[in-house]
């Protein structure tokens, strides 16, 4: 037996017994539905940027037209792309435990995928508000029939500032709730699933350590070794979409 077969049915032993699952989710497990990671190279007109410098209060101020333009193509992205197995499986898990999902994902995939509680604790793709008055935009966003560089955002009906996504940017404050939701879950969970993340986004990478210290087992889901993978009770090196559908299968087993 492989080292690897041998952390997998230490995994799924793991759920097969978990009441309360709480998972924290990252780019990669979106990335098989078609959607890019962060940290690797966007394609078409965007391949040039990096995002950790478009997704800055920086960048909004020297160019908030190139910064929307770049949110408009990342929303028709996760538009024309559906939920993969790992959501699906995160969905369906809900039949048999409870399951909280962390994401610092702004794609809506999870929720496609049937999971009912989900912590966006980076924002969402599907939010808007304004710059300055940080009130909600309340009308629909109109997405460009083609790839544009540059676009001028909608203005805010109360202030006249363009309005942005609600989305945290590098060194912006977490949302509250979701954020504090997300601690709570670590800390009242069985297992801890963290999926397709890089884990090195604080406070976000902690999560996994209040769950440990709270008692939880940590299992890491990830093709390659990441900080967390040392740090984690069982680190899996697959991938989400095989992966969940194993556990998951474990879990619906023992209650047949
Ligand atoms: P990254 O792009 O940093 O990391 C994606 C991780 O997914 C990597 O560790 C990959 O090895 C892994 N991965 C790739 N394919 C996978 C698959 N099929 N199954 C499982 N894992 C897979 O993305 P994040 O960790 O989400 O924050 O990045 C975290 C945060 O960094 C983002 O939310 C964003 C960025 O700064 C903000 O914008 C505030
Ligand atoms: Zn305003």
């Given amino acids: 037996m492989s080292d690897q077969d041998n952390l997998l049915d230490q ?12 998972v924290l989710s990252g780019a990669g497990i ?3 539905s078609g959607l890019p990671t962060f940290r690797t190279s966007q394609s078409g007109l965007w391949e040039q ?3 950790e410098t478009l997704a800055t209060p920086q960048a909004w101020e020297k160019d908030h037209q190139m910064v929307w333009a770049w949110y408009l193509w990342r929303n028709s992205l996760v538009r024309d792309v559906a939920p ?11 039949k048999y435990a409870h399951v909280a999902v962390t994401t610092q994902n702004v794609d809506d995939l999870h929720e496609r995928g049937g999971s009912t509680a989900v912590q966006h604790v980076h924002g969402t ?35 006249g500032s363009p309005i942005r996504p609600d989305i945290v940017w590098f060194g912006e404050q977490l949302p509250k709730e979701p954020w504090n939701n997300g601690v709570i879950a670590a800390q009242t969970c069985d297992i801890y699933l963290v999926v397709g993340t890089s884990a090195v986004v604080q406070p976000a990478a ?33 991938s989400a979409t095989e992966a969940l559908p194993i556990l998951l299968e474990a879990r619906a087993a023992t209650r047949l």
Wanted: charged share 30%.
């Fill in 49 to 51: 940027f990096d995002p």
């Fill in 206 to 238: 902690t999560l996994p350590r209040i769950a440990q210290q709270s008692g939880a087992k940590v299992i890491e889901i990830n093709p390659k070794r990441t900080p967390e993978s040392s740090l984690c009770d069982v680190s899996l090196r697959m």
């Fill in 125 to 159: 793709l599907f939010n808007f508000i304004c710059s300055r008055c940080r009130k909600q935009y309340p009308e629909q966003v109109e997405l460009p029939t083609e790839e544009v560089l540059r676009a001028e955002p909608p203005a805010c009906p109360h202030c």
């Fill in 84 to 94: 993969n197995e790992a959501h699906k499986a995160l969905g369906d898990w809900e």
């Fill in 11 to 22: 995994a799924k032993d793991l759920a097969a017994r978990a009441e309360r699952v709480a």
């Fill in 30 to 32: 979106s990335a098989e």
